[in-house]
């Protein structure tokens, strides 16, 4: 987001409003304003005036979960203004409040004119996206009905309806049209002397599928309380450290973060769940590999993450081949959508399973979820799901045929299948993309580290040590072979990935430490890969770089190939205490603290790649996601790394 963009969040909601509290409905760039549900705008205009003109900002919009600001009318030194206008607003599930208090600054009766003019296009977030892309619609059709108290929007395409209820108290005086499909609530309110005068609007998105209208709190203080209660009810019991506070409230902002950043989700039985959400604005749904980064992260502190992760990803497994989801028996899901061009099939995100990595998080946050809690009743459940998840390894996957997990870009969905999954973020040291089929480095490590863990369930839980006996082979094999073939000699270092042909991709990449962080590579191979990750061209001091910025590859700015990104970060330094190198996972997780110290605290998905020696406050992402559930999860992993030090 933009500084002129302030994000509120609350599930699977959020608000994106302006300085003013306002929403324009401006389409393009990289964030547009608007109230969005299960991934369609629900608000698209949402703009305040006073008097028939647009207030000035006294006060804008500051970070917090409640958007509040001061307006008053415009003029100068020698026209002291005539009433102030005090904003509030908030989110929770599928609802907007605001509540508006009008105060007049005169010594004499005074009567003051208030409109808000909203509308709701109802537009699919993929239709915001800056790609320029444009989606048919045939059939749609927009409605408005002027009710009582307010004004009901509606969405109806074939069996598709959507609608928005705006609703206020006192009522509006009238409901005018505009022109252009938007509608004005107006207020003509007489104030006394001094006095005030409020309104609280109400806005309940209702989006296809939703069985009711949601209840929506009666004022954005209600909404805040609710927040702060679930929040305060996810940090309880997590014991922070005492002897580094900064550590400390990260830990307390990632916490509140995660709190409103669970999103509804199923189980196999149908059971409803709450699974974090991958991150804010464009992310806000279920994301296979950041909702199992994120569980793990966040396992010692609250496994329950993790034991609603499982199950929902376990209920939305593929049992069958599909050739524009990317689906393959057993393979775990890596984005699931709820908006209408996902209903239609116009974009393949419905259920779309373009992740090589997901199904391997998927036993390994299994296995170190019955390892964290003794929960072995998850694993019995779920264990036809993780044979199935092993299946897809060793065949479609290509662990038996290639010898290593691969994936060849998608047309329609992503080009890359790893965490680096931008086009392009797989290359060699000058900058050049391999062709065919790629084996990724680390989706090797999962795959070592799935087998290694599934055959601990296989013979402590499901009584079945031949098939331990075999995923253990199968998981030596692959620790050999990837020394053989990824190792680079003459750098002393392991190649990002290997190409149709089996050739090296040579840049050297983040991606190592993750290697670490699995275990997959002999002690001696870990100590020099750890240690180099720490080098000046690696190292910004606010983090390790995706690429090292010595390459032709490299640049600070792009989204994977040379910015910091706090989760990579997180399993380096995980990786780095595995390996004994205690004093180097030490350095990465103050880094990362620091930075979250200079970025309020919280840290966002990707900074820039800037090294902290030249510029001595961390460069923002320009397009990052200011809410990131694995970034949120973040400081948990570092304390679990390095403790309080």
Same mark, same amino acid.
């Given at each position: 987001?933009?500084?002129?963009?302030?994000?509120?969040?609350?599930?699977?909601?959020?608000?994106?409003?302006?300085?003013?509290?306002? %929403?324009?409905?401006?389409?393009?760039?990289?964030?547009?304003?608007?109230?969005?549900?299960?991934?369609?705008? $629900?608000?698209?205009?949402?703009?305040?005036?006073?008097?028939?003109?647009?207030?000035?900002?006294?006060?804008?919009?500051?970070?917090?979960?409640?958007?509040?600001?001061?307006?008053?009318?415009?003029?100068?030194?020698?026209?002291? /203004?005539?009433?102030?206008?005090?904003?509030?607003?908030?989110?929770? !599930?599928? #609802?907007?409040?605001?509540?508006?208090?009008?105060?007049?600054?005169?010594?004499?009766?005074?009567?003051?004119?208030?409109?808000?003019?909203?509308?709701?296009?109802?537009?699919?977030?993929?239709?915001? @996206?800056?790609? $320029?892309?444009?989606?048919?619609?045939?059939?749609?059709?927009?409605?408005?009905?002027?009710?009582?108290?307010?004004?009901?929007?509606?969405?109806?395409?074939?069996?598709?309806?959507?609608?928005?209820?705006?609703?206020?108290?006192?009522?509006?005086?009238?409901?005018?049209?505009?022109?252009?499909?938007?509608?004005?609530?107006?207020?003509?309110?007489?104030?006394? *002397?001094?006095?005030?005068?409020?309104?609280?609007?109400?806005? #309940?998105?209702?989006?296809?599928?939703?069985?009711?209208? /949601?209840?929506? *709190?009666?004022?954005?203080?209600?909404?805040?309380?609710?927040?702060?209660?679930?929040?305060?009810?996810?940090?309880?019991?997590?014991?922070?450290?005492?002897?580094?506070?900064?550590?400390?409230?990260?830990?307390?902002?990632?916490?509140? !973060?995660?709190?409103?950043?669970?999103? *509804?989700?199923?189980?196999?039985?149908?059971?409803?769940?709450?699974?974090?959400?991958?991150?804010?604005?464009?992310?806000?749904?279920?994301?296979?590999? !950041?909702?199992?980064?994120?569980?793990?992260?966040?396992?010692?502190?609250?496994?329950?993450?993790?034991?609603?992760?499982?199950?929902?990803?376990?209920?939305?497994?593929?049992?069958?081949?599909?050739?524009?989801?990317?689906?393959?028996?057993?393979? %775990?899901?890596?984005?699931?959508?709820?908006?209408?061009?996902?209903?239609?099939?116009?974009?393949?995100?419905?259920?779309?399973?373009?992740?090589?990595?997901?199904?391997?998080?998927?036993?390994?946050?299994?296995?170190?979820?019955?390892?964290?809690?003794? !929960?072995?009743?998850?694993?019995? @459940?779920?264990?036809?799901?993780? @044979?199935?998840?092993?299946?897809?390894?060793?065949?479609?996957?290509?662990?038996?045929?290639?010898?290593?997990?691969?994936?060849?870009?998608?047309?329609?969905?992503?080009?890359?299948?790893?965490?680096?999954?931008?086009?392009?973020? %797989?290359?060699?040291?000058?900058?050049?993309?391999?062709?065919? /089929?790629?084996?990724?480095?680390?989706?090797?490590?999962?795959?070592?580290?799935?087998?290694?863990?599934?055959?601990?369930?296989?013979?402590?839980?499901?009584?079945?040590?031949?098939?331990?006996?075999?995923? &253990?082979?199968?998981?030596?094999?692959?620790?050999?072979?990837?020394?053989?073939?990824?190792?680079?000699?003459?750098?002393?270092?392991?190649?990002?990935?290997?190409?149709?042909?089996?050739?090296?991709?040579?840049?050297?990449?983040?991606?190592?430490?993750?290697?670490?962080?699995?275990?997959?590579?002999?002690? &001696?191979?870990? #100590?020099?890969?750890?240690?180099?990750?720490?080098?000046?061209?690696?190292?910004?001091?606010?983090?390790?770089?995706?690429?090292?910025?010595?390459?032709?590859?490299?640049?600070?700015?792009?989204?994977?190939?040379?910015?910091?990104?706090?989760?990579?970060?997180?399993? %380096?330094?995980?990786?780095?205490?595995?390996?004994?190198?205690?004093?180097?996972?030490?350095?990465?997780?103050?880094?990362?603290?620091?930075?979250?110290?200079?970025?309020?605290?919280?840290?966002?998905?990707?900074?820039?790649?800037?090294?902290?020696?030249?510029?001595? &406050?961390?460069?923002?992402?320009?397009?990052?996601?200011?809410? &990131?559930?694995?970034?949120?999860?973040?400081?948990? #992993?570092?304390?679990?790394?390095?403790?309080?030090?």
């Amino acid at each position: 987001m933009t500084d002129r963009h302030h994000l509120l969040v609350r599930g699977g909601t959020f608000a994106a409003v302006s300085d003013s509290g306002d %929403i324009s409905g401006v389409r393009g760039g990289g964030s547009p304003e608007g109230l969005f549900v299960r991934d369609a705008r $629900h608000l698209s205009r949402w703009q305040l005036t006073v008097d028939g003109a647009v207030p000035e900002t006294l006060a804008p919009v500051a970070g917090g979960d409640t958007a509040r600001c001061v307006l008053v009318p415009r003029g100068g030194r020698q026209e002291p /203004p005539a009433h102030t206008v005090f904003r509030e607003q908030a989110v929770a !599930d599928g #609802a907007f409040v605001e509540s508006l208090r009008v105060t007049s600054n005169r010594p004499v009766p005074t009567t003051v004119r208030v409109a808000v003019t909203a509308d709701a296009d109802f537009t699919d977030q993929f239709e915001l @996206r800056s790609d $320029h892309r444009t989606y048919a619609k045939t059939g749609a059709v927009r409605s408005r009905q002027v009710l009582e108290d307010g004004v009901e929007f509606s969405y109806r395409r074939g069996e598709w309806r959507s609608r928005t209820i705006v609703t206020a108290e006192p009522p509006p005086d009238g409901v005018e049209e505009t022109g252009t499909g938007a509608r004005r609530l107006v207020w003509t309110l007489d104030l006394e *002397p001094h006095g005030s005068a409020e309104l609280a609007l109400r806005v #309940a998105a209702r989006p296809h599928g939703a069985a009711q209208d /949601p209840p929506v *709190p009666a004022s954005p203080t209600v909404a805040n309380d609710q927040l702060l209660a679930l929040e305060g009810e996810f940090m309880e019991g997590v014991a922070f450290p005492t002897g580094w506070p900064e550590l400390a409230t990260a830990c307390a902002r990632g916490l509140s !973060d995660l709190a409103a950043l669970q999103v *509804p989700a199923t189980g196999p039985d149908g059971e409803e769940l709450s699974v974090p959400a991958a991150g804010a604005p464009w992310f806000l749904t279920l994301l296979g590999r !950041d909702a199992l980064l994120t569980s793990l992260f966040a396992l010692p502190y609250r496994p329950r993450l993790a034991a609603a992760t499982l199950p929902a990803l376990a209920a939305t497994q593929a049992t069958e081949v599909g050739t524009r989801s990317v689906a393959q028996p057993g393979k %775990i899901v890596h984005e699931v959508r709820h908006g209408e061009l996902a209903h239609f099939g116009q974009v393949p995100y419905g259920r779309y399973y373009g992740s090589v990595d997901a199904t391997p998080l998927f036993l390994v946050l299994l296995g170190a979820y019955v390892e964290q809690t003794g !929960d072995a009743a998850m694993a019995r @459940r779920l264990e036809p799901h993780a @044979r199935a998840a092993i299946g897809w390894m060793l065949d479609h996957g290509g662990l038996t045929s290639r010898g290593y997990l691969v994936y060849r870009a998608d047309e329609g969905g992503l080009a890359n299948q790893n965490w680096k999954d931008s086009p392009g973020a %797989i290359c060699c040291a000058d900058g050049s993309r391999p062709s065919g /089929p790629v084996m990724a480095a680390g989706a090797q490590g999962y795959a070592y580290d799935a087998l290694r863990r599934t055959a601990q369930l296989a013979r402590t839980v499901w009584d079945d040590d031949v098939y331990a006996a075999l995923l &253990e082979q199968a998981a030596g094999d692959l620790r050999d072979r990837f020394q053989r073939d990824f190792w680079m000699d003459d750098r002393a270092f392991p190649a990002l990935a290997l190409d149709g042909e089996g050739r090296q991709v040579d840049a050297l990449a983040s991606d190592a430490g993750h290697l670490l962080w699995s275990g997959l590579l002999d002690k &001696e191979y870990g #100590a020099l890969v750890g240690r180099r990750l720490l080098e000046p061209d690696f190292f910004s001091g606010w983090g390790v770089r995706t690429l090292a910025a010595d390459q032709a590859a490299y640049h600070p700015m792009s989204y994977h190939r040379g910015s910091v990104w706090p989760h990579d970060n997180a399993l %380096i330094t995980l990786g780095l205490a595995r390996y004994g190198l205690h004093d180097e996972a030490r350095t990465v997780a103050h880094a990362l603290v620091d930075a979250a110290t200079a970025t309020g605290h919280r840290l966002p998905e990707v900074l820039a790649g800037y090294g902290r020696d030249s510029h001595p &406050e961390p460069v923002p992402y320009p397009h990052a996601c200011t809410r &990131e559930s694995r970034s949120a999860a973040t400081p948990l #992993a570092l304390l679990t790394a390095v403790g309080g030090a």
